[in-house]
């Protein structure tokens, strides 16, 4: 797997964002893909998931604001961000497994490849 990662960097409060992993050897396209996110001196937090089909999962605190995507073609994975909050900056990873039932969050431990993170710093 190669990911390339794009999006991302200085918003404002109010502002939309896309956040994009595309995997260049084309391999990433048959996992399940997903989203986490961290903010220094935390853990990596799950944020959204979506399985090759499109069944997706989100935690409740961006559901109605985030938007995951994915182009099986391209062998990619998106995160649409509308209404940015200041508790959205963090640096957000993709992620890729094949261990997830798509009832609840995908386990950080159960990744098989990570994102190398792409920072959303929010000014308000």
């Known amino acids: 797997v190669h990911i390339v990662e794009s999006g991302g960097g200085l918003v404002q409060a109010g502002d939309s964002l896309r956040l994009s992993c595309e995997d260049s050897?084309?391999?990433?396209?048959?996992?399940?893909l997903g989203w986490f996110r961290q903010v220094a001196g935390k853990e990596r937090e799950f944020v959204a998931a979506m399985s090759r089909f499109g069944d997706t999962y989100y935690i409740d605190a961006v559901k109605d604001r985030f938007t995951i995507s994915r182009d099986n073609a391209k062998h990619g994975i998106y995160l649409q961000i509308d209404n940015v909050k200041p508790e959205d900056a963090a640096v957000y990873y993709c992620?890729?497994?094949?261990?997830?039932?798509?009832?609840?969050?995908?386990?950080?431990?159960?990744?098989?490849?990570w994102g190398t993170g792409i920072l959303v710093t929010v000014s308000s």
């Open positions: 050897s084309r391999t990433m396209g048959w996992y399940v």
């Open positions: 992620a890729t497994t094949v261990s997830w039932t798509g009832l609840g969050p995908m386990e950080a431990s159960a990744v098989d490849y």
